[in-house]
């Protein structure tokens, strides 16, 4: 029998994920690697992200749009699991075209990406305030509320912009809902149906030109040879399956979500970077077991200038957390591991590093997964030598301190993944490639 051959799919998608809490440092990533790249994809989540990119001596918080975008060869795209504000989208075009960068023709977003309403984000903060002292501490974005119409078959679609009596129908039916809710329960002014779609028509005219059919787009290009980095937005401990659930996200930011967000097939997806800080921070409420309470907890937070791209709020910090760590390279399949923020840590005498758990009087090595569980382990710490010296000016691995490579060797010992690149400072340039 004549033999046929097929072509096998290149592996030539790679997934940049947080593995902690959120803003490791991804934004600064995925802009350095963007070079290499043909697209970039954000995947998942939606305004909550801030993904800050510092060149030619601006600082730049993304939101929405991939951090790509400064790299004028490079496609961005904005993936059917990506729910758009669309306020906050054209602002952010606006900020964009400023700097002096073409946004069209580089930026597409997805057919099938769900809409934030304004009514999403007033619910956003009224779900909070009603929870208390249980409040998640939620970027008030509208996340939860426009995920939670997606799941329940009731959201609106960047395609329903392209038909003015389809959009109107879905928001006519979408405000009686949420109306009543507002009105009755909460004791809220309504939303006028007529004055939302007249302003709804007004941003379809804008956004036209960037919709398409990116599930398809992505599959073609990957097919043709060409390559693509899918930007995760917060990070694993965050992910409504994995993380300290209730207080999570409502999305997927594991590497697994990159496929279902953004429609390319799992079996392009060649390698998967965690982006690992150097210590841990965390925005809002939920478990985190090595926290700081205390002046070094302080110090990390003014060092590495720790607060929230998005909403300015101050984060949290604790040392490096290894059992947190192994749970969230594990469930992403992360192949190499970017660290960032090393430099935060130059001026400690000495480091320490999170490496198991004690729960109830017994040592425990798996991240408890749920969050009571969580919420009572207390960290088992080793202590490493602090290396006292700066590593800015380091662009090879041989070039940094002994003593922080010992910690960068650590740290790759006991998570079993190779550290490829270390990031010394905020700058594109100020990295470590090995
Ligand atoms: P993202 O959400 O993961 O993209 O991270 P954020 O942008 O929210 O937070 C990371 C912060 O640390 C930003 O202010 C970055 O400019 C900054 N940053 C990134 N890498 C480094 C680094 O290696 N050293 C220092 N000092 N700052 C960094
Ligand atoms: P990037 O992409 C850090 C946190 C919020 C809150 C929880 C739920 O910049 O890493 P949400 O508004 O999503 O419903 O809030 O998730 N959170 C983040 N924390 N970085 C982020 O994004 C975050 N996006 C959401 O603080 O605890
Ligand atoms: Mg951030």
New binding site residues.
């Given amino acids: 029998m004549e033999s046929k051959t097929f072509t096998k799919p290149a592996r030539n998608a790679t997934v940049i994920v ?1 593995t902690q ?3 490791e440092g ?1 934004g600064k990533l995925v802009d350095y690697l963007s070079e290499k790249y043909d697209i970039v994809v954000r995947y998942q ?1 939606g305004a ?4 800050t990119i510092c060149f030619d001596n601006k600082s730049v918080v993304l939101h929405l749009i991939p951090s790509g975008i400064f790299n004028e060869g490079c496609v961005c795209v904005i993936g059917n699991g990506v729910v758009i504000d669309p306020v906050a989208l054209l602002a952010e075009i606006k900020k964009v075209e400023e700097l002096g960068y073409d946004v069209k023709g580089r930026l597409f977003i997805s057919h099938n990406a769900h809409l934030i309403m304004p009514y999403h984000k007033r619910l956003d903060s009224l779900h909070e305030d009603a929870q208390g002292d249980q409040k ?6 509208g ?2 509320p426009s995920y939670e119409d997606k799941f329940a078959r009731k959201g609106i679609r960047v395609v329903d912009l392209l038909n003015p009596h389809v959009l109107q129908e879905k928001l006519r039916e979408n405000l009686a809902a949420k109306n009543k809710l507002f009105r009755s329960i909460y004791e809220k002014e309504e939303f006028d149906v007529e004055e939302m779609v007249r302003e709804h028509f007004e941003f379809d005219k804008i956004i036209d030109p960037y919709i398409t059919n990116t599930q398809l787009y992505l599959n073609r290009q990957l097919k043709a040879g060409k390559t693509v980095l899918l930007e995760g ?3 694993c401990l ?1 992910d409504v399956d994995h993380g300290t659930y209730p ?4 999305s997927n930011p594991t590497s697994g979500g990159a496929c279902t967000g953004s429609g390319i097939a799992p079996n392009y997806v060649g390698k998967v970077i965690g982006v690992v800080k150097a210590y841990m921070t965390r ?4 478990a985190f077991p090595s926290e700081l309470f205390d002046e070094t907890g302080e110090r990390l937070g003014r060092i590495g200038h720790e607060f ?3 909403t300015g709020r101050k984060r949290r910090c604790g040392w490096i957390d290894l059992v947190a760590l192994r749970y969230s390279l594990t469930l992403n399949g992360v192949t190499e591991i970017a660290l960032t923020k090393l430099d935060v840590l130059d001026t400690f005498e000495e480091v320490n590093v999170c490496t198991a758990y004690m729960l109830d009087g017994r040592e425990i090595n798996d991240f408890p997964t749920d969050h009571e569980t969580l919420s009572r382990v207390k960290p088992v710490y080793k202590t490493l030598k602090g290396w006292l010296s700066s590593n800015a000016h380091a662009r090879t691995f041989e070039e940094m301190h002994q003593d922080a490579r010992n910690y960068v060797s650590f740290l790759e010992d006991a998570l079993e993944v190779p550290v490829t690149f270390v990031s010394v400072g905020p700058g594109r340039e100020e990295t470590v490639f090995r």
């Fill in positions: 947080g809490f959120g803003d991804k989540g909550n992200a801030g993904h998640i501490g939620t970027t008030g974005r996340i939860g937005a917060q990070g965050l207080y999570v996200t409502s925005v809002g409420n939920g929230g791209a998005t």
